[in-house]
């Protein structure tokens, strides 16, 4: 199956731009970023803190058997509702230091949107480790998982 989300890295770049339009109203695919409650059923983690202003903090965890799995934290920079968020990302645990991105929301139509996030790493070797490991596909399936999501939300 052909992945719908795209991701482009340029050789000799610290970032990431990766790209997915969905069958979603723009604002309905900004609340998936929005709202703890959508965050936790697309992602299928567990968010500890979301607060969507400028200088305010998240964090997500996800458990296995009672054992944190996954942990990620950052600062929001940026929150301008249903067009753009700008945050820093780390993931507890593992060498990879933070990073920054670039989340914006675009409206094709009434029915379909895009969205644009541009992950900005420390140095390129960062970057091209992280697609070494199964990266794009656990994005595109989020996505997938995603679209799943809010197709509830639609009617």
């Keep these: 199956m052909e992945s719908k989300t795209h991701i482009r890295a340029e050789e000799g770049r610290q970032e ?39 200088h305010g903090s998240w964090e997500y965890e996800t458990s296995h058997d009672g054992k944190v799995v996954f942990g990620a934290s950052g600062v929001i920079l940026e929150f301008e509702r249903g067009h753009k968020i700008t945050r820093t990302f780390k993931m507890h645990n593992t060498p990879f230091p933070v990073q920054l991105e670039f989340m914006e929301f675009e409206r094709l139509t009434d029915t379909t949107s895009r969205l644009v996030m541009q992950i900005v790493f420390k140095s390129t070797a960062f970057r091209d480790q992280l697609l070494q490991m199964p990266f794009a596909q656990g994005i595109n399936m989020a996505h997938n998982r995603l679209q799943e999501v809010l197709n509830n939300f639609k009617n």
């Excluded at 069958?23 to 983690?45: C, H, K, N, S």
């Design 16 to 54: 990431l731009f990766i790209t997915r339009e969905f069958d979603l109203p723009a604002d309905l695919l900004f609340r998936a970023y929005e709202e703890a409650a959508i965050v936790e059923q697309w992602m299928g983690t567990r968010v500890l803190k979301l607060e969507n202003r400028a």
